[in-house]
């Protein structure tokens, strides 16, 4: 019964040869002829060789971008929605397919790969589909009577789309959807650590039907390709989601031709348990808050805050959740939480832990390694922390919170603010009026009341302060994706 998913034979073909990438309707080599290997991180084993891209194939993907521009910039935009649709249904139909690469590549448990990563994608295409024919503009009254006005929203034109490996394929489309679904076309990196279902998506995008250069997809890494993206005189726009450090690298390298940039960067994002909150769905809400996709989520609610007197309630029942929690392959279906992306964020994360109890905070549960292969970590709650404590203040990625008791709860949305970033935050109390002045209180992008992480495609999310520059979801996503022209006529 708890047998681990067996590869699907497309699955294995799909590994069983390196892959190309993908430029105009071409799939090809890099020009320097490079490959790198992708691991399994629940083994660490090598599970497929891509091809490894940098500036000699940026420069031919942005080039076939350009050109496939001039037509998809124009095009019909109610061809453009069911193209989009086309590739959704597409999605679905290899939806099993996506799943397992996913898992496999990144680790994540298999059934949240189908339910989230996969199904997610799915719908970020059809959302988006539907604003490919309602770009609308204006018209308007000006100073004189025979001058008549109107606005015209316009494709950005050639994005670059950086994207990371803890939702690759869900990231790929919030980039991809708004991005064609407005006129623009895309050279998508995705990240080193996964770039398998951006491929597979990429195969997808010609079976759909897009036209050729419409989408390239250029696997690589970020101090090479992502580099030549960023900062390539014939890009218009780079939109990135990672880490703020390589956030402001790219703000740096945009600043050339001044492209357009957006950000989806790190958070540290406070999770805020009050005394009155229904305290059983507050605990196994702030436990899946953090230990969701290994806490591997620019929006885990990291940093827990429980008023005092309902403090060791909170955790005790956050620590027994951590330990019933499942830790396995994600091919198993009975996993509930999978390895760390890589054994870079191993060390990462278990550095971490270590800095914390170096600067005198306490493990309350976890903190260990789990086996001795794949990048096993268990479920970790931090306790006795200090302000300024490189565990409270720095972004971990990892299944790690550190909590602290509150004694003045006038006090806390200063606490809860104070951090560089500003991503997304959560508040558990059945006081409404508490509940709605801690949502206007918090400078985040993102506040959740009694729940944390639902995100939407119709709804905006992005970050405050260093958590980002603009807004991915619903129609606030069409400003990063279009200019408006103000057009004046004289009669
Ligand atoms: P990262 O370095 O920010 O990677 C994100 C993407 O940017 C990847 O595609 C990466 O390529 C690329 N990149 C790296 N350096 C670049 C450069 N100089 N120019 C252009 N693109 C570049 O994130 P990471 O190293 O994978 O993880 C580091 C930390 O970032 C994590 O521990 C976590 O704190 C944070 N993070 C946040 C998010 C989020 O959603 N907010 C997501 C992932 C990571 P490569 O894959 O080749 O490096
Ligand atoms: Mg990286």
Not at 120 to 148: E, M, N, Q
Not at 346 to 366: H, N, Q, W
Request: proline content about 5%.
């Amino acid at each position: 019964m708890n047998a681990p998913v067996g590869k699907l034979s497309s699955v294995e073909q799909f590994l069983g040869k390196p892959r190309p990438m993908l430029i105009g309707d071409e799939w090809v080599a890099a020009q320097s002829g490079k490959t790198f290997p992708v691991y399994n991180p629940a083994t660490g084993e090598v599970i497929a060789q891509v091809a490894e891209g940098d500036k000699a194939d940026v420069d031919l993907a942005v080039a076939a971008a350009r050109k496939a521009f001039e037509k998809w910039g124009r095009s019909n935009p109610g061809k453009r929605a069911r193209l989009m649709w086309k590739l959704a249904d597409l999605i679905e139909q290899h939806a099993e397919e996506f799943a397992q690469l996913e898992t496999l590549d990144n680790g994540k448990p298999i059934t949240e790969s189908r339910m989230i990563d996969v199904m997610g994608a799915a719908a970020y295409f059809r959302y988006f589909a539907g604003w490919c024919d309602k770009l609308d503009g204006i018209t308007s009254r000006v100073s004189s009577p025979d001058v008549h006005a109107y606005t015209l929203r316009e494709p950005v034109g050639v994005c670059a789309q950086i994207v990371p490996w803890n939702f690759p394929l869900l990231m790929a489309s919030w980039k991809l959807a708004p991005c064609l679904a407005t006129g623009n076309v895309s050279i998508l990196k995705p990240a080193e650590e996964t770039p398998l279902t951006a491929l597979r998506l990429g195969e997808l995008f010609l079976e759909a039907g897009f036209p050729a250069g419409v989408v390239q997809v250029i696997p690589g890494y970020g101090h090479t390709a992502g580099a030549a993206l960023s900062g390539h005189p014939d890009v218009d726009k780079v939109a990135f989601t990672g880490s703020t450090e390589v956030g402001k690298l790219i703000v740096q390298a945009a600043s050339g031709n001044l492209k357009k940039v957006s950000l989806e960067l790190g958070g540290k994002s406070p999770n805020i348990v009050f005394a009155d909150a229904d305290m059983s769905k507050a605990i196994t809400g702030s436990a899946n808050a953090i230990f969701f996709n290994c806490g591997q989520v620019c929006v885990a609610g990291s940093r827990l805050y429980a008023e005092r007197k309902v403090f060791d309630q909170v955790v005790e029942g956050m620590a027994d959740f951590a330990k019933k929690i499942r830790v396995g392959s994600g091919m198993d279906p009975q996993t509930q939480m999978g390895p760390l992306v890589s054994s870079t964020q191993f060390d990462r994360v278990t550095g971490m832990i270590k800095s914390g109890l170096d600067e005198g905070a306490e493990i309350l549960t976890g903190g260990k390694r789990i086996g001795d292969q794949g990048y096993f970590v268990e479920p970790t709650i931090i306790v006795n922390t200090k302000p300024n404590m490189r565990v409270v203040r720095e972004e971990i990625f990892g299944p790690v919170v550190v909590a602290s008791p509150v004694d003045d709860i006038e006090e806390i949305a200063r606490i809860a603010n104070d951090t560089p970033y500003g991503l997304a935050a959560s508040v558990w109390t059945q006081d409404l009026t508490k509940a709605h002045k801690m949502a206007s209180a918090l400078k985040a992008g993102t506040v959740w009341i009694n729940t944390h992480g639902m995100i939407e495609p119709h709804l905006p999310f992005g970050g405050y302060k260093q958590s980002g520059w603009g807004r991915e979801g619903g129609k606030e996503s069409l400003d990063l994706y279009t200019q408006v022209k103000a057009v004046f006529a004289a009669l």
